[in-house]
C-alpha cells in the first residue's frame, strides 16, 4: 500500500461514504470509487463492506488500518519537518481561532503581514472545531484552552475577567436583574456548549433557573450580536463587553475561570519563517488591543 492509497483508505474509513471521503480529499467521489476498487485488487482484499448506511471495514481493512495511521502519521512527521526548516517568507499559513478573535486582533495582524510579507497566503478557519495540529490540519491555533500535547508550544496571549452585560435597550425595557433572583423576570443569551456541559449554569456565580434563555449560540460573535441586539443578558469577555458599549451589570462579579487565549503551533514548525513572522505579529497585535 503506497501513502495515496492509505490517505483514500483512512478518508473512507473516518468519513464513512465516498462523498464525504472525496470532499475531504479534495476529489471526485468517481476517483475515489475507483482508487478503493485499484487498492482491493492489489491487496487480493474486500477492505470495506458497503451498507446502506455507508462503508464499514471488513476483518481484512481492520488488520491494515493501523499500518496506514502510522503511514500518515509519518507522512505529517516529514511534511512538519521539512516545512519547519523553510526560510522564505512566501507560501500559505493556516490559521484557525475563533470568529471574535479573528475579527479582533486576527485580521489586524494579518493587515500588518500582508504589507510586510504580499507573498504569504493566509487561510483562515474561523470557528470553534479544534483542529489536529499534530496531522496538519492547521499551522497556527489561537484557542481559548491550553493544550496538553508536549509536541505542541503554547503561548498565553491574553487573560480576561468574564462579566454580565446588556445592551443599554435592553436595560429600558427591562430593567436591571437583581442579585440572588437567578434572574428572574429576565431574558438571557447564552453560550450553548457552556449549559450543556453544565450541571448548574450560571452567569457570574448566578443560577440562571429564574430567567428565560431566548438565544443559545455556538460561538462568542454570536453571542456579542446577541446581547448588542437587545435579545437579553449575556456573560462574555469584559474587553468585548467594554469593545460593544454595551453595560456592564454587577461589575464586582465575574465568572470564576477567566477568559484565556492561547496561540498554539507545534513545535517542528517554530521555525518556519512564515509562521514565525505570523506567530509574532499575532502577539503584537494582542499587546497593542488588550
Not at 230 to 248: F, S, T, W
Request: charged share 25%.
Amino acid at each position: 500500500m503506497n501513502w495515496d492509497d492509505a490517505r483514500v483508505f483512512l478518508a473512507l474509513y473516518r468519513d464513512g461514504t465516498l462523498r464525504a471521503a472525496a470532499r475531504s480529499l479534495g476529489v471526485d467521489q468517481a476517483t475515489v470509487g475507483r482508487r478503493l476498487t485499484a487498492l482491493e485488487s492489489v491487496v487480493g482484499a474486500t477492505l470495506f463492506l458497503r451498507t446502506s448506511s455507508g462503508y464499514v471495514l471488513t476483518m481484512a481493512g481492520e488488520s491494515v488500518l493501523d499500518a496506514a495511521e502510522r503511514m500518515e502519521q509519518s507522512a505529517n512527521d516529514f511534511q512538519r519537518l521539512t516545512q519547519g526548516l523553510d526560510d522564505r517568507l512566501a507560501g500559505e499559513v493556516r490559521i484557525t481561532t475563533t470568529d471574535s478573535l479573528a475579527m479582533d486582533f486576527l485580521m489586524p495582524a494579518l493587515e500588518a503581514l500582508h504589507v510586510k510579507y504580499p507573498e504569504v497566503v493566509w487561510q483562515i478557519d474561523a470557528s470553534t472545531r479544534m483542529l489536529n495540529l499534530a496531522k496538519r490540519e492547521t499551522d497556527i491555533a489561537i484557542r481559548t484552552a491550553r493544550p496538553d500535547n508536549p509536541d505542541l508550544i503554547a503561548r498565553r496571549l491574553a487573560q480576561w475577567p468574564m462579566g454580565l452585560f446588556a445592551s443599554p435597550g435592553y436595560l429600558r425595557v427591562h430593567g436591571e436583574p437583581q442579585a440572588g433572583t437567578a434572574f428572574s423576570g429576565h431574558d438571557l443569551v447564552v453560550y450553548q456548549p457552556y449549559v450543556l456541559g453544565s450541571r448548574e449554569p450560571m452567569l457570574v456565580g448566578e443560577p440562571i433557573s429564574g430567567g428565560r434563555i431566548v438565544a443559545a449560540v455556538n460561538s462568542s460573535l454570536m453571542l456579542r450580536s446577541a446581547i448588542k441586539a437587545g435579545l437579553g443578558v449575556g456573560e462574555i469577555p469584559v474587553y468585548m463587553g467594554k469593545a460593544d458599549d454595551l453595560v456592564r451589570l454587577w461589575p464586582e462579579r465575574c465568572r470564576d475561570v477567566p477568559y484565556e487565549v492561547w496561540l498554539v503551533t507545534h513545535k517542528d514548525l517554530r521555525h518556519t519563517a512564515r509562521i514565525r513572522a505570523a506567530i509574532e505579529e499575532i502577539a503584537h497585535a494582542f499587546e497593542r488591543l488588550r
